[in-house]
């Protein structure tokens, strides 16, 4: 890699931005209920993270478990409202009943965004056919990044996927950054630079003491100097 990799690390509240800041994140996704894999965070939390700290965030669409979109209408109302406590990225994705791309339901959201850039995040772990969900999205306005394992089992079973799709970067539909999480290691690293990803995500990682804990600076730190020594 020529540049410095990207480090991502999910912040439940004010506490958690600062620490992963200090510890090296570039970008903080911003969720709460973590029991459900993440849902948006209020207004007010997003407002108060984003006077705490200057890096990138990008805010959690998503209203409850699954990976139905649920209530349109009201989820545009949320990223309107997220919008004016000062949110300007995003992290969506929604699945129809046959795993594919609920494309009506995205577009409504993305259109509601005014361009602002977003990440289409894990859906893309559980969708019926990967290639054809990546064709669907390619055109969409501000799309930047896909979160993604390679696997719905996680990295460890991803990881033949997620080099086919780094070696694929360029084509229709895989122009978008390769964002690696869903039980992302350490010990991940080397394979997945020497394949050409440089664009890391952490949750549990950055918490020592689980998700009842708070992140740790020191714990970003120890994947920052990995990722720094690995470029």
Known sequence: ????????????????????????????????????????????????????????????????????????????RVADALRDAGADQFVLGFLDAGGGADLAAVERVVASLGGCRWTFHRAIDRAADRDALRKQLADLPGLDTYLTAGSAAGVDEGLPTLGAEARRRGEPGYEQTILVGGGLRLDHVPALVRAGLDAFHIGGAARPEGWDGPVSAEAVARWRTTLDAAA
């Open 1 to 76: 890699m020529s540049k410095r990799a990207v480090l991502e690390v999910i912040a439940l509240d004010v506490r958690d931005a600062v620490a992963a800041q200090a510890g090296g994140a570039d970008r903080l996704e911003l969720v709460t209920e973590m029991a459900a894999d993440g849902l948006t965070p209020t207004a007010a939390t997003v407002a108060g993270i984003r006077a705490a700290v200057d890096i990138d965030l990008r805010v959690m669409l998503r209203l409850a478990d699954g990976f139905a979109a649920g209530d349109v209408d009201r989820l545009v």
